[in-house]
């Protein structure tokens, strides 16, 4: 990528404080960019994340928002606004997940999932892409999950969640070209706190059986983000681009 490529870009990452939304900040740092690190709760999580960007050279600001939450969300990106100027890259990495027996589902379990996940996708793009419209630019990539592609049966929420996730990107893509390129990244199993909430015996079964033999590192995912926001793939908008290790190849 040419280094100056994001030198004079803004960007606003959700759940920035942890795990793949935090490699995504410290990516983003390192090519020049101006970061907004978004949390829910851990603020000395978010803290840490905006020292290493100012160690890195870049500029960074800390910003509590639950992103499921329409009123916190426009309280957000105004604050991020006038501490780093207009948002010019989006990245909405912040979620839950929680693997459940069907039997033990219940109709405010499956509301909260999907208002992080979904409403929490929905509401931080549609508060930043008019200003993107307008200033005829724009980079958006949403986190979903091989899961939103291949069924889960003990994540049924979790999956509807990431499903809604890459078409609403897909739609978006439409609807907000040719300005704004609006793509999805499709993790794997990545060593975060989110995926070690399978168990280390969980973890290592999964490794081993996808073609790569092992899981992905939150700095991978970050790559992959940056280079959908980078012009990098400028011809591409409206995709889901799946980093999981080959899982989604095997039958
Ligand atoms: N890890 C995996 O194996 C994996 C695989 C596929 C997809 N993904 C997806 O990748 C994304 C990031 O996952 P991760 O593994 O990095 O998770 P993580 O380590 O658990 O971090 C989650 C992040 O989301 C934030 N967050 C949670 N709820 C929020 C809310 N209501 N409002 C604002 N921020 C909120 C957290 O903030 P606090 O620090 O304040 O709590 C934290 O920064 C998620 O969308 C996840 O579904 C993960």
């Known amino acids: 990528m040419d280094k100056k490529e994001l030198q004079?870009?803004?960007?606003?990452?959700?759940?920035?404080?942890r795990g793949i939304g935090r490699a995504t900040c410290l990516a983003?740092?390192?090519?020049?960019?101006?970061?907004?690190?978004?949390?829910?709760?851990n603020e000395k999580a978010a803290r840490e994340v905006v020292a290493e960007i100012e160690r890195l050279g870049s500029e960074a600001m800390m910003v509590g928002a639950d992103v499921s939450d329409p009123e916190s969300v426009t309280k957000m990106v105004t604050e991020v606004e006038s501490g780093l100027g207009p948002v010019d890259l989006l990245v909405t990495s912040a979620g839950i997940a929680k693997a459940a027996h069907h039997s033990e589902m219940t109709f405010d379990s499956w509301r909260h999932m999907l208002s992080v996940n979904v409403d929490g996708t929905?509401?931080?793009?549609?508060?930043?892409?008019?200003?993107?419209?307008?200033?005829?630019?724009?980079?958006?990539?949403?986190?979903?999950?091989?899961?939103?592609?291949?069924?889960?049966?003990?994540?049924?929420?979790?999956?509807?969640?990431k499903a809604a996730v890459i078409g609403f990107a897909r739609s978006c893509a439409e609807a907000f070209g040719p300005a704004i390129r609006v793509n999805c990244v499709a993790p794997g199993l990545i060593e975060t706190e989110m995926g070690a909430q399978l168990g280390p015996e969980a973890m290592q079964r999964i490794a081993d059986e996808a073609p790569l033999k092992r899981n992905g590192q939150p700095e991978e995912i970050a790559q992959t983000v940056l280079f959908l926001l980078s012009e990098r793939s400028s011809f591409t908008t409206g995709q889901t681009f799946v980093a999981d290790g080959g899982r989604v190849t095997l039958p």
């Open 8 to 17: 004079s870009k803004t960007a606003l990452v959700t759940g920035g404080s």
């Open 28 to 41: 983003l740092a390192r090519e020049g960019a101006r970061v907004a690190v978004n949390y829910a709760s």
């Open 122 to 161: 929905y509401l931080p793009v549609m508060a930043v892409k008019d200003g993107m419209l307008d200033r005829g630019y724009g980079r958006i990539v949403c986190i979903s999950s091989i899961a939103g592609l291949r069924p889960r049966g003990r994540m049924v929420t979790y999956s509807t969640s």
